[in-house]
């Protein structure tokens, strides 16, 4: 079955760089997404990977996708305290409905 | 331009009471989700709609809940006889397409008292 997981909580100082990690188990999947959450507000796609890549870099995000291991990344460099919010990893397969299996969240708190 | 809308962005109930969420997606997407936000289960998938249509409920956590999208546009999520388990964020998300980036409502807050 689909099962993404996520460390809860991790805590960075300003300008360090933060790396926010998750698991999933289902190998069938094809796309591997980053999404943040901030207080009150819905979720917001950052970016996406697709499973046959092993990186991808936007601006300050970093994308490691290790395929054997099923373990994926987001790097962040020189986080802000913009940038404190809850991190979800999500996969989907290229088939059926294409809904997201989400992980349980990774609260970022940036400290300044 | 508009994004997702959800109606309405809080709702407090009883338990025994029946709720009706409501979605807005983005004017021309033809693929809708539903999805559930609890402390105990994190975001879970509940049904996907391809225009009118529902071809996946398989979310749906019991027969209480139904939903139903009209016109290609709006969707209703209903939940019959509410428990108290059934408190979470009720986030809703439409796509082009299938397979397209998903842009998220901000959710609707359901508490049962």
């Known amino acids: 079955g689909e099962d993404v997981e996520q460390s809860l909580f991790l805590s960075v100082r300003e300008g360090d760089s933060s790396v926010i990690n998750c698991t999933y188990t289902?190998?069938?999947?094809?796309?591997l997404y980053w999404y943040k959450q901030e207080p009150g507000a819905g979720l917001q796609l950052l970016t996406y990977i697709f499973s046959n890549m092993d990186m991808k870099q936007d601006q300050r995000l970093t994308v490691l996708l290790n395929k054997k291991d099923k373990h994926l990344s987001l790097r962040i460099a020189d986080t802000q305290t913009g940038d404190s919010a809850i991190y979800f990893c999500?996969?989907?397969?290229?088939?059926?409905?294409?809904?997201?299996?989400f992980g349980s969240g990774t609260r970022l708190q940036v400290q300044p | 331009g508009a994004g997702v809308s959800q109606s309405p962005s809080n709702k407090v109930t009883e338990k025994g009471k029946d709720v009706e969420l409501r979605c807005d997606p983005i004017?021309?997407?033809?693929?809708l989700y539903w999805y559930r936000q609890s402390l105990g289960q994190g975001l879970e998938f509940l049904i996907y709609?391809?225009?009118?249509?529902?071809?996946?409920k398989s979310g749906l956590p019991s027969d209480r809940f139904s939903a139903e999208r009209t016109g290609g546009s709006v969707s209703t999520l209903t939940i019959q006889r509410t428990q108290q388990e059934d408190s979470a964020v009720y986030l809703c998300?439409?796509?082009?397409?299938?397979?397209?980036?998903?842009?998220f409502g901000p959710g609707t807050r359901l508490t049962v008292l």
């Open positions: 998300a439409s796509s082009v397409r299938r397979g397209d980036e998903q842009f």
């Open positions: 289902d190998s069938s999947s094809t796309y």
């Open positions: 004017s021309g997407h033809t693929a």
């Open positions: 999500a996969e989907s397969m290229d088939t059926g409905r294409r809904a997201l299996t």
């Open positions: 709609f391809q225009g009118n249509s529902a071809p996946d």
